[in-house]
């Protein structure tokens, strides 16, 4: 096999006396649907965090398409085609679908230190825009401000978002997040969609969704891996299904955090 | 050296006073995220009270001990018309509405008291000096400052720290949440901890006006300091109020003491003359400058999220 | 910017229109004192409109935007003072030192957020004001004045009253536009992304800072100006321009008049010291009508005058 496009060696983050990744190591080759799953609390969020560089690991390393990325900011980490969507919807409230589109192609389109001419006027840009929300399926609602989209489509246009950073790899934290039958369907439709395009890690709690769709899967348990493999030898992996059953309770009868 | 004591002692009840103003500010800035400009009128208020009783009833402690109560009721008369309909809103719309409050405020004392500035005499008791150490003597009156307002800050601490509406209060400062959860009377506590945080600023205010001439706007350059002092000493925390209160007090008042002489060393006479009083402003600016790029959140956070 | 027939572009083109035709009503009736008057709304419409780019466009709540004033109006006074009288250094020379000075306090302001943002801008501001105060040469506390105006040979006269009118004008329009430009341009819908959510804006490839820093120095720059035009209203600068309570005022005006809204500092700056006028002649005591009126516009009027216009249309 070639170098994996993501490769996470012996990460490592504590918060006070807290492991929230325990030494956790991980490849993702070009071409596949990696799934993470794990009860809630299982570090999924910190792990997707770190590889985004919102979050800087206390040890390890994160290598991207061959090149240490550990220190790299967030912004820089987006130049090189790492993009993400946000678990709880995180888009600009205040502007149109399109804006946000808009302003994601052109954080890739050259420096934004230019103060003259209207930028919603660069042709490109909205053209790249339309693009990608057509993509997703919200053609429609471009010119619609985010606070008035429903749910769903904030979702959507979460992935719409990160599609126009002309991503190499997606990382998609919980896109099924709150929604209904039918709008996690069209998501499924959509994501089996980019899958061909796109390198894609899924940390996603509807299982039915995950089996659906990963080519592999890795089990996290209070921040280590417990298991990675196809999704038939994770269905039958004793460890797995007692673990994550299990885990799944204790953490609930704290109270259960969601994360 | 008996100078370097005196003014040590200056800085140190400099210090207390400011902790006096920055404790109220930082209680209500802490639990009810609420930015009050207007804190340091009700500083201005304490000291035209304060010489206005003390005239009328010719006794200085009665006078204050009038002047402390007045303040208490124009803070819980402010925050019950005004302020309490401002919690919740951004700081923005805070800032502007109390800033509104110190143009009113300034101007109602305009109004009643005239635009010339007032003299609160001391009582003959209060003006001899003390003998503190062989030699060293300092003004009856600044070592009552720095008793009584050792004396409030023992008190608050008790207040903040034993107590059951301290508990409330310190739980409220570090997670704004959680009292509305348990159940309390929001409404009370916050028109009480603002009404005790006015009464601390009238206590400064009406401490400070025997030393300084009561008049219009002399609340408005101590609120500033007030302000220092709690974004060094972090937001909400009545520990970090105190130590940076007093830490500010004593470097301005050394500063200002000391820096002419030191500055005079080094450059020529006349740089030093233009550049020493600057500085010595500056000090304390300087300071909070420094504290917020290395510690962003003050060096005593109270907040932890 | 959609360009629509609505109660508050109205009202923003008559304001326009009147400011455009002053000077010949006060001609035609001999009235100084209004143009005088105007004169001094438009400065503040400047500095007001530079302040509502970082903070209403910007989400930067800058508490000490009065600083630049000071300092615009300083390098004019100080450098009259030793007889370089030209304005073609004085002005450039007092932009080049607000935008370094706004360089020097974004960098590190900028570090923090919320009210320690608020408070470390205010702090750098008095600390501007205490060298100000310092400057025994200049004046110190007294202030300096001003013995001639800025020249510019050949050009225009600023000692005529209608030529300096007009130049403040042509500057608080053309700050106007070029903020208008700027909000729209690339920079302006990164800087206003980055006030909306910062976390997105670093996700998908902005280092939020470096745009944040200039848009505050651009903002600091713009207010220089109007400290330069103002030092030549008054021919006189003193540390008082730069006093904490001047910056509110500023802020005031802004939020009057409506934040993130291209004219709002322009309405609000004409609505703040006209009322101030207006109030003080019929009373000594104007602040005790001002006061609370700030109180009520804060909890009843959100959103400042633009904003009730802006509903007016909506019904």
């Known amino acids: 096999m070639a170098d994996p496009l993501l490769r996470v060696d012996n990460l490592v983050r504590r918060f006070g006396g807290i492991l929230a990744t325990d030494n956790l190591s991980l490849e993702v080759p070009r071409g596949e649907l990696h799934a993470i799953i794990g009860p809630n609390g299982a570090g999924k969020t910190t792990l997707i965090s770190q590889l985004t560089g919102q979050l800087m690991p206390n040890s390890g390393t994160v290598h991207f398409a061959g090149r240490d990325i550990t220190r790299l900011p967030s912004y820089r980490r987006s130049a090189l085609g790492l993009a993400r969507s946000f ?12 804006d946000n589109v808009a302003l994601a192609a052109q954080a890739h389109d050259g420096h934004s230190f230019r103060f003259w001419g209207d930028a919603r006027k660069e042709r490109h840009l909205r053209d790249a825009a339309r693009a990608a929300l057509e993509r997703v399926g919200l053609a429609a609602r471009a010119d619609v401000l985010v606070s008035e989209l429903s749910h769903g489509e904030q979702r959507e246009l ?11 790899l997606l990382l998609l934290d919980e ?42 899967i890795t089990v996290l348990v209070y921040g280590r891996v417990i298991a990675c493999d196809a999704p038939d030898a994770i269905r039958r ?15 609930t009868r704290h109270g259960g955090q969601i994360g | 050296m008996f100078l370097l004591i005196e003014q040590l002692l200056n800085g140190l009840q400099f210090g207390l006073l400011l902790f006096l103003l920055a404790a109220g500010l930082t209680l209500v800035f802490g639990i009810m995220d609420f930015v009050n400009l207007a804190h340091g009128s009700l500083y201005m208020m304490g000291a035209y009270f304060a010489a206005t009783f003390v005239g009328w009833t010719d006794s200085f402690v009665l006078g204050a ?27 923005l719309d805070q800032v502007l509405a109390t800033f509104g409050l110190i143009l009113f405020f300034n101007d109602m004392v305009r109004l009643i008291w005239g635009p010339a500035g007032l003299a609160l005499p001391l009582p003959a008791w209060l003006t001899t000096p003390v003998q503190l150490l062989p030699g060293v003597y300092y003004p009856a009156y600044r070592l009552s400052i720095i008793i009584v307002a050792l004396l409030v800050a023992a008190m608050l601490y008790l207040v903040v720290m034993r107590t059951r509406i301290g508990m409330l209060i310190r739980a409220g400062a570090s997670n704004r949440e959680m009292i509305g959860a348990l159940g309390i009377n929001i409404k009370l506590l916050f028109t009480l901890v603002f009404g005790l945080g006015a009464a601390l600023a009238g206590l400064a205010g009406l401490m400070q006006a025997p030393i300084l001439t009561v008049q219009i706007g002399m609340g408005e350059n101590i609120l500033i300091l007030a302000f220092v002092i709690i974004v060094i000493g972090g937001i909400g925390s009545i520990r970090g109020a105190f130590l940076a209160a007093i830490f500010v007090g004593i470097i301005d008042t050394l500063g200002r003491a000391f820096l002419p ?28 400058a420094i504290v917020l790029v290395l510690r962003p959140e003050g060096l005593f956070p109270a907040t932890k999220r | 910017m959609k360009s629509k027939l609505n109660a508050s572009n109205a009202v923003v083109a008559v304001v326009c229109a009147a400011l455009v035709l002053l000077p010949i009503y006060s001609a035609a009736t001999g009235n100084i004192f209004i143009l005088t008057l105007l004169t001094r709304i438009i400065i503040f419409a400047l500095a007001a409109s530079s302040l509502n780019l970082i903070m209403g466009y910007g989400g930067m709540m800058s508490f000490g935007h009065a600083a630049y004033l000071g300092i615009g109006g300083y390098a004019v006074g100080i450098l009259a003072a030793e007889d370089i009288g030209s304005g073609f250094i004085q002005w450039p020379v007092a932009l080049a030192v607000s935008a370094l000075f706004a360089l020097v306090i974004g960098s590190l302001s900028l570090r923090t957020r919320g009210v320690y943002f608020i408070m470390i801008t205010l702090a750098f501001a008095q600390m501007a004001y205490y060298v100000a105060s310092a400057l025994s040469r200049y004046g110190g506390d007294d202030g300096l004045t001003i013995y001639k105006r800025s020249t510019f040979d050949g050009l225009i006269n600023l000692s005529d009253r209608t030529q300096f009118y007009y130049l403040c004008l042509g500057c608080l329009f053309g700050g106007i536009y070029l903020i208008w430009r700027i909000v729209n341009s690339r920079f302006g819908l990164v800087v206003q992304g980055v ?59 802004v939020i009057l008049g409506g934040m993130g809204s291209l004219f709002g500092p322009l309405i609000g700056a004409i609505v703040y010291l006209v009322l101030e006028e207006l109030l003080s002649q019929f009373t000594e005591y104007w602040a005790l009508i001002m006061g609370p009126l700030l109180l009520l516009i804060v909890l009843f009027a959100r959103g400042g005058i633009m904003g009730l216009l802006g509903r007016v249309r909506r019904g």
């Open chain 2, 65 to 91: 001990i009038l002047a402390l109560a007045a303040t208490l009721l124009l803070g819980i008369a402010l925050e019950f018309v005004a302020l309490r309909h401002l919690y919740g809103r951004d700081h």
């Open chain 1, 87 to 98: 678990q709880i919807t995180s888009l600009l409230k205040d502007f149109t679908a399109i």
């Open chain 3, 195 to 253: 006030r909306s959510n910062e976390q997105r804006m670093q996700a998908i490839g902005f280092p939020a800072y470096r745009y944040r820093l200039t848009c505050f120095v651009i903002a600091g720059t713009i207010c220089g100006l109007a400290g330069a035009l103002l030092a030549n209203n008054t021919d006189f600068v003193s540390p008082a321009v730069m006093y904490w309570t001047r910056s509110g005022d500023l802020m005031v005006m």
């Open chain 1, 158 to 168: 979460e992935l719409a978002v990160a599609l126009a950073t002309k991503p190499q």
């Open chain 1, 237 to 251: 992996h004793e460890e797995v299904k007692r673990a994550y059953l299990g885990e799944q309770h204790a953490v």
């Open chain 1, 175 to 216: 896109p099924m997040a709150g929604l209904g039958v039918t709008e996690s369907a069209r998501m499924v439709t959509l994501l089996k969609e980019l899958r061909k395009e796109f390198t894609i890690v899924l940390v996603e709690h509807d299982m039915e969704a995950v089996f659906a769709l990963a080519d592999r």
């Open chain 2, 261 to 288: 002489d030191l500055l005079r060393k080094v450059l020529s006479g006349a740089a030093a003359s233009t550049a020493a009083p600057a500085l010595s402003s500056m000090l304390i600016y300087l300071l909070m």
